[in-house]
């Protein structure tokens, strides 16, 4: 790597041929190339490539100064943006020379292959920054949205501290490649991984154990160092992968966190229903919003593909995960052990109506850390449309008896899985037209799924680009927006709830399971992985009565609904795609370490992928708390 005053002057000398470079700037793992006269490079986008690839750095060229007034640019975007984008609002930053044009369909204000964008700056030298305006309205994104863009002059020197400790000079001594598995070794929930460099600490996703004896990653061993941290990497947006995070900031970590676009939206989402759920039950929350936002302004968005330094000698690099929006599976590129490291977080290799398989192919893997959820002998899931026509069943037969179908769903991948399949349902004739009800969160982790139609699968993007039609509007939902109007779901005649938390652990679905559960004409459909310990691992062994926590005291709740297992819409690998995924990665890594999953079923896993792989692959079951060195 480059020394810092190097790595600008290397650049300056390069692109100064081409225009009057007026500073370069290191702005968290990005290089920023600042000129009065952007469209003298810009015009000419083979010279940022050629740089690009020279460096091996993220190379963004901007103005010194905007080139015109906020009155005349938004004249000039109003102009040059088509009225098909439907821009709702158009919002300067002085302090960053940013322009945020958020608008109902972004692709027409991107423009073909970023034309657009590219013309907004070098024409005005007010960088856009494009957000794609939910379809479906959002009080909570409005939130988010502004927090996000009244936050920007922090997050701008923010990322000029992350450079100094991403480029700072390297030791240059040899101590070895370590991973310590703070949490999901032999259980799921509270991942953590820690990975320990001779330059560097990373730490691959912090979350929390959802209905687990112990929620928190092992951050009290030794080998953790909250001083020594550079970087944390979060793989997706869910609690058991990212609920930690607010406390690392909480007790004083100042260093970035990398996640997609659509993770940083939905773990802010989830953080914040945490939150509004501990206030309404009156526990005391272990973080505040203020430490959210804290961790939004530390946030590094990286798309799919997109290579970057983020410490002396760790590159990062994201792939699809195929788990749910925004998930990435993470590709680590540690250059003082010349070592790669592939950590899938949680991932499905195949298709389904909402997202695309995991990425497989990659440019080099020694050791990957793999999640086994259902790597059991009998984890075997059926096809989509055969998962979907058993749900289409029970909803048909169910209806027919007037009663009701409880689908207590994950807000976030799981519960819109569930809606996609049932709009198809409802198109083909194969279900009755009866209202679906969706509560709680579900309501605005939708409205954020609308906003990126560009990570989700070529079915949907043909749905909303080409027909028009958004699928999470179709007229069969009906938002919940408040308690209040949850009698319109329990009354009248038949009727599909999807409601959270998946696994009955909480929120929105506790209450309908408590009302709906003691009649037998009803149905409780669990398409959820039910951990040890919950409500709905209960409920799906078998139980026939359950004692809840109510207002006063608790509640005594009879189970006569029928209850179904449907796990055809498993965001996860079972036990044949796992064994597909070690099949079909390219190249072949040396070790695999098999994570995230109960240890039964890693232990039966094991002899499987023994005799599914190469030679010569060690295979391993960390323990937590085990340290294993890589190189």
Do not use: C
Not at 363 to 377: A, C, D, K, N, Q
């Amino acid at each position: 790597m480059y020394a810092p005053d190097q790595l600008k002057r290397k650049v300056r000398s390069i692109l100064s041929k081409y225009a009057e470079i007026d500073k370069v700037e290191l702005e968290g793992p990005f290089v920023v190339v600042y000129t009065k006269r952007p469209r003298d490079i810009l015009d000419s986008p083979d010279v940022i490539t050629t740089a690009a690839k020279t460096l091996k750095k993220k190379i963004v060229v901007l103005a010194t100064q905007p080139l015109k007034e906020e009155k005349d640019t938004r004249e000039f975007i109003k102009s040059l943006i088509p009225p098909k984008a439907e821009i709702v609002d158009v919002k300067f930053v002085k302090e960053t020379n940013e322009v945020y044009i958020i608008a109902k369909r972004t692709g027409y204000v991107v423009g073909k292959g970023g034309s657009n964008i590219m013309e907004i700056l070098k024409e005005t030298g007010w960088r856009p920054v494009v957000i794609r305006a939910p379809t479906i309205k959002s009080s909570f994104l409005d939130t988010f949205y502004n927090v996000i863009i009244e936050n920007s002059p922090v997050r701008k020197r923010l990322m000029k501290k992350m450079a100094q400790r991403i480029y700072r000079p390297r030791i240059g001594e040899d101590r070895g490649l370590y991973i310590t598995f703070l949490g999901a070794a032999r259980e799921v929930g509270r991942s953590a991984i820690l990975v320990n460099s001779s330059e560097s600490t990373v730490l691959l996703d912090a979350g929390i154990s959802v209905g687990g004896r112990n929620p928190f990653p092992r951050f009290d061993l030794p080998i953790f160092r909250l001083d020594e941290l550079d970087a944390v990497i979060v793989t997706h947006a869910h609690l058991d992968h990212s609920g930690a995070l607010p406390l690392l900031y909480k007790y004083g970590y100042k260093g970035p966190v990398y996640m997609t676009k659509p993770t940083r939206d939905l773990v802010a989402l989830l953080l914040y229903d945490y939150l509004q759920l501990s206030e309404r039950v009156g526990i005391t929350p272990f973080f505040s919003w203020s430490d959210v936002i804290t961790m939004l302004n530390y946030t590094v968005i990286l798309d799919y593909g997109e290579t970057v330094d983020i410490t002396p000698d760790i590159k990062l690099t994201f792939y699809n995960a195929g788990h749910i929006l925004g998930s990435s599976l993470v590709h680590l590129n540690v250059e003082s052990a010349r070592y790669n490291i592939l950590y899938t977080g949680d991932f499905r290799f195949r298709d389904t109506k909402l997202l695309n398989k995991a990425s497989h192919k990659f440019p080099r893997v020694e050791s990957l850390i793999m999640e086994s959820t259902y790597s059991g002998e009998t984890d075997i899931l059926p096809p989509i449309d055969k998962a979907e026509e058993m749900l289409f069943q029970i909803i048909r037969e169910t209806a027919e008896k007037g009663g009701k179908v409880l689908i207590p769903a994950l807000a976030v991948g799981r519960a819109q899985e569930i809606m996609v399949s049932l709009v198809d349902g409802f198109r083909r004739g194969k279900l009755p037209d009866i209202p679906v009800y969706l509560d709680g969160m579900v309501y605005d982790s939708t409205a954020i799924h609308s906003a990126y139609p560009d990570y989700l699968s070529p079915y949907i993007r043909e749905k909303v680009f080409k027909e028009d039609k958004d699928p999470f509007t179709d007229p069969h939902f009906n938002f919940i927006s408040s308690p209040e109007e949850r009698p319109d779901a329990t009354r009248g005649g038949p009727a599909v709830i999807i409601a959270p938390s998946g696994m009955l652990t909480g929120g929105p679905s506790v209450e309908y399971f408590k009302l709906l559960a003691p009649h037998e004409e009803n149905a409780i459909v669990l398409v959820s992985y039910q951990a040890e310990g919950t409500l709905g691992r209960k409920v799906r062994d078998g139980a026939k009565e359950v004692i809840l926590p109510g207002e006063i005291e608790p509640v005594k709740v009879k189970i006569n609904a029928k209850v179904y297992k449907v796990e055809g819409f498993s965001a996860h690998a079972d036990k044949v795609q796992l064994l597909a995924y070690l099949g079909s990665i390219e190249p072949r890594p040396h070790r695999v370490f098999l994570i995230h999953g109960e240890e039964s079923k890693i232990r039966s896993f094991i002899p499987l992928a023994h005799k599914s792989t190469p030679s010569g692959m060690r295979i391993s079951a960390p323990h937590v708390g085990e340290t294993f060195r890589l190189a």
